[in-house]
Structures are given as structure tokens and as C-alpha cells.
């Protein structure tokens, strides 16, 4: 019998990885080496080759795009890339993105919400807790040596049964919903559009739903219709004694205006993940006792880092097998 010739090995999918030149990979090396085995990634800032001229010259292979953090993908870098057909991202938030124009030319979007959602749900939950018990500032009362000198600690306040309205009940915010509907609150929503499977009450604009609340919690994305959503008319419905945690983006929030609510006892507190100026938070923050800060670090689990390598491998494998998407970006 003649010999069999040798198969020739399989040309790999190939992967367009997007990130700014300052960007590392914050992959772990393991992971790195999977993906690098299963797919062809193109990183055009780890070739000697000038930018333009390597996307240039790949572009017209490219369906698939990989994108690292917060690097910017605008309308006409999309126009750079002609067969483009899937936008993997490694962030739940995608401000960075222009998804009207992905949209528009049928591109579809998947983010890393879902594999996010249950560890910065636990953190939204722990900072209301924080705030409402005023834990950390019971601590700073401890350390500081004033428990023998004023002995009485002020009250705290009782979780269970208040109103709390989330904004935006996608992944992140329903794994919000049912943590606190264990400790006995009640819950409503505002989104952009009612969700026919959900029983929560909806209401259509969030100074409404702020007005039938005592707390709200920001998980929605930043985009144009949301930007400084939360401002002082917001701020004024939810009352004196009502709290907003922020696990969204600084930018959901009038800050100056949340500033001035605070400062002045219009609100009754505060807890804060995200800020309008990352790294630079707002110093009159510091010195107040019902406001709590993260710095955005709501995600910052190993479990969450692993779920989101697990989604990025499933995604590209379904997009490859022509099998369905994992935590696609919906456009309604």
C-alpha cells in the first residue's frame, strides 16, 4: 500500500487583537498560549511592520476583533476593517465604542457583563451595606482612638425592606436584584425598554422611579442618552435620607451636582466605584462619613478575570462553529 501523504496542518482563525500601544495584555500567560493554539492573533503593536500597513495589508481577512480594555473603536477605524463581522470585548462597559456604527453594518458586539456580574453585584451590594451600617467609617472611628473618648457611635441604618430602584437590569443589574431581594427589600427598575419577563414595576424615566425609592443603584452603560443622568432633580426625588451606589461609570452622575447634595444634607449618603475623572476623586468626598469610595475595582476578582477568559474562548469558538453568542450587546 502506498503511504498516506502528510495532512497539512489546519490555518488557524484568525483574531485581530485592538489595543492601545500603552495597553498590555492582561491575560494570564496560560490563557495567552490557549488562545494562541486555537486562533490566529494578530496584534499589529507586536509586529516590527507599521501599524497602518499591517491592518492594511490583514484587513481584508479580519472578521473577528478582539479588544483590549478601553481602546477606542470609532465608525472609521470600522471603515478600516471591510469583512468585519464580530467585536469581542474584554470590558462591560462600551462607551468606547461606536455601536450605532457597528450596528449599522450588522457587526455584533459581546461584552464581559455576564462574566462580571455576579462579583460586581456582591460589590454594589457591600458598599450599600457599607453605607447604610456605616462600616468603614466605624472602622476609621476605631483606629482613630475616639471610641474611648466619645463612646457613642451614631445609628446605622436597617437594609432589609427599603426601596431600591436599579438602573439598568441587564446581567449585572438582576444579579443586584436578587441579592437584595434575600434581605427583604423591594425592588424597581428603569431601563430602556420594559423586559416582558421581568415582574419588578417599571418605570420609564429614573427621576420616577428615584421618587418611589429610598436607594439607587447605577448598572446601566454610559452612552449619550445617559450621560449625567443622575443630577440634582434626580437627587432631589430620591430624598434626604436616599443613597446612590455607583457601579456603572463616574459619568452616569452630575458629580459636581452630587457634590452639592451631599455637602448640603440633601442625600443621605453614598457608595462610589466609579468617578467623572479616573484616578482624580473629587477631594470633597474624603472627609464625609456617609460616603463610601472604590476605586473601580468592582470587577477585580481572580473569578471574574477566569470567567471572562472562559467567555472570550467561547465566543470565538461559537463564531467560528456558526453557533450562537455568549453576552451579546443587544441594540433595542
Same mark, same amino acid.
Given at each position: 500500500m502506498a503511504d498516506k501523504e502528510p495532512q497539512q496542518p489546519k490555518e488557524l482563525p484568525i483574531v485581530l487583537v485592538h489595543r492601545l500601544p500603552s495597553y498590555k495584555i492582561p491575560l494570564d500567560p496560560s490563557f495567552r498560549d490557549q488562545l494562541r493554539s486555537q486562533f490566529h492573533m494578530l496584534d499589529p503593536h507586536e509586529s516590527p511592520e507599521p501599524?497602518?500597513?499591517f491592518l492594511a495589508r490583514h484587513a481584508p481577512f479580519i472578521r473577528v476583533l478582539m479588544t483590549i480594555g478601553y481602546s477606542p473603536i470609532s465608525a472609521e477605524f470600522l471603515e478600516r476593517l471591510p469583512v468585519l463581522e464580530l467585536i469581542v470585548a474584554t470590558s462591560a462597559g462600551l462607551n468606547h465604542i461606536d455601536l450605532p456604527a457597528c450596528w449599522s453594518r450588522g457587526i455584533v458586539v459581546t461584552n464581559a457583563s455576564l462574566a462580571f456580574a455576579e462579583d460586581v453585584a456582591d460589590c454594589a451590594v457591600g458598599l450599600l451595606i457599607d453605607v447604610l451600617r456605616r462600616i468603614s467609617a466605624a472602622d476609621r472611628f476605631v483606629r482613630g482612638r475616639l471610641w474611648p473618648v466619645k463612646e457613642n457611635y451614631p445609628l446605622g441604618f436597617k437594609l432589609g425592606d427599603k426601596r431600591v430602584g436599579i438602573v439598568g437590569l441587564g446581567s449585572i443589574g438582576s444579579?443586584?436584584?436578587?441579592?437584595?431581594?434575600?434581605?427583604?427589600c423591594t425592588i424597581a427598575y428603569t431601563s430602556r425598554n420594559k423586559k416582558q419577563s421581568v415582574s419588578f414595576p417599571f418605570y420609564a424615566n429614573v427621576r420616577d422611579l428615584a421618587a418611589n425609592s429610598d436607594v439607587l443603584v447605577l448598572c446601566c452603560a454610559l452612552t449619550k442618552e445617559t450621560y449625567h443622568m443622575i443630577n440634582k432633580d434626580v437627587m432631589v426625588a430620591l430624598g434626604k435620607d436616599g443613597v446612590i451606589i455607583n457601579v456603572g461609570r463616574g459619568s452616569l452622575i452630575n458629580e459636581k451636582e452630587l457634590l452639592q447634595c451631599l455637602v448640603g444634607g440633601e442625600m443621605g449618603g453614598a457608595g462610589l466605584d466609579v468617578y467623572e475623572i479616573e484616578p482624580n476623586v473629587p477631594k470633597e468626598l474624603f472627609? %464625609?462619613?456617609? &460616603?463610601? @469610595?472604590?476605586?473601580?475595582?468592582?470587577?477585580?476578582?481572580?473569578? /471574574?478575570?477566569?470567567?471572562?477568559?472562559? %467567555?472570550?474562548? &467561547?465566543? @470565538?469558538?461559537?463564531?467560528?462553529?456558526?453557533?450562537?453568542?455568549? /453576552?451579546?450587546?443587544s441594540n433595542e
Open positions: 501599524y497602518d500597513s444579579e443586584v436584584a436578587k441579592r437584595l431581594l434575600a434581605f427583604g472627609g %464625609l462619613d456617609n &460616603v463610601v @469610595l472604590s476605586p473601580h475595582c468592582a470587577v477585580m476578582t481572580p473569578e /471574574s478575570f477566569e470567567a471572562l477568559d472562559q %467567555l472570550i474562548v &467561547v465566543n @470565538l469558538k461559537a463564531f467560528f462553529s456558526n453557533k450562537p453568542l455568549v /453576552s451579546v450587546v
